[in-house]
């Protein structure tokens, strides 16, 4: 694995911005020699928490040449860049939107015959090799979460994938090639699991419940979530009623009860609702 360097991090603050910035690279090793060079590198991440919160990753990459792989592969680039964007309005909608922008970048691979010039705006997942255990995606695009609570853009300019590749001189090879990588993403407070001893700890229309996944302490809850999934639906208002109704122990819905009195009364249900109509209180 050769993992392009320099690189650029941020956690949420209010509001941030970082980069991060190197000259003359070289990657390689005794058994391959030199494999990536590059003139000049810049990664930078930035965003805003809030109501219309974002996060933005850049990477760039000038006068990128990674060498002939065994005489297979070989990428001439002026300039390769990826862009990830993660924004939106928490519990509601988050959007993410990729781009990689490749300026006079030349692959040479022997599955394609020869040079081809890769288009300077590539659609998402474009394939332009695959074979012989060989694979390569430009504008490689990776979405994880569910766009409510959280949400998670990887956008790979370059993506070369070797499954058991037969490379002259350097044998059998597996393994991957990842030339200028951005992650952009957002997770809004409610999933993180915030610690609390009483329902004050908590946002408005949460409760402080057990939490199943570290014994011994509690963590906020959206009133009515009782499976903590971080979103309330109507049969947990239905399990809730249940409760008030004497047909359920308060036990199988501990989100259920904002104010932890061991009781579940009319108010909690219209909590509940407005957690439904609403989403679950979450600040970024
Ligand atoms: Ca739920
Ligand atoms: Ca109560």
């Known amino acids: 694995m050769v993992d392009p360097i320099p690189e650029a991090l941020a956690e949420p603050g209010s509001a ?16 391959t020699g030199q494999l990536l060079s590059v003139n000049w590198a810049r990664s930078s991440v930035f965003g805003a928490r809030g109501e219309n919160a974002s996060s933005i ?113 350097l044998g059998i090879v597996s393994g991957e090639i990842v030339i200028g990588r951005s992650t952009a993403g957002l997770t809004c407070e409610s999933r993180l699991r915030t610690p609390c001893e009483d329902a004050a700890d908590c946002l408005d229309r949460q409760a402080c419940v057990p939490d199943p996944e570290m014994s011994g302490s509690n963590r906020c809850a959206c009133v009515g979530d009782c499976n903590l999934d971080g979103r309330v639906r109507s049969n947990e208002i239905t399990a809730m009623i249940n409760i008030i109704n004497g047909i359920a122990d308060v036990t199988t819905c501990l989100a259920a009860d904002q104010d932890g009195d061991g009781r579940v009364r009319a108010n909690d249900i219209t909590m509940a609702i407005l957690n439904i109509n609403q989403g679950c209180p979450a600040q970024l």
């Open 16 to 31: 941030y911005s970082r980069e991060s910035e190197m000259v003359d690279l070289a990657i390689g090793s005794e058994e």
């Open 57 to 169: 990753a850049e990477a760039e990459l000038s006068e990128l040449q990674l060498s002939s792989l065994g005489a297979i592969i070989a990428v001439a680039s002026d300039s390769a860049a990826s862009r990830a964007t993660v924004q939106g309005t928490c519990c509601t909608s988050l959007t993410a939107t990729g781009a990689t922008t490749l300026a006079d970048t030349v692959l040479e691979c022997l599955l394609l015959q020869g040079q081809v010039e890769l288009p300077v705006d590539p659609g998402p997942n474009t394939v332009v090799v695959d074979g012989a255990g060989i694979r390569i995606v430009v504008n490689e695009q990776i979405l994880r979460g569910d766009a409510v609570g959280e949400l998670e853009l990887v956008v790979n300019a370059i993506h070369i994938s070797l499954d058991e590749a037969v490379l002259d001189g």
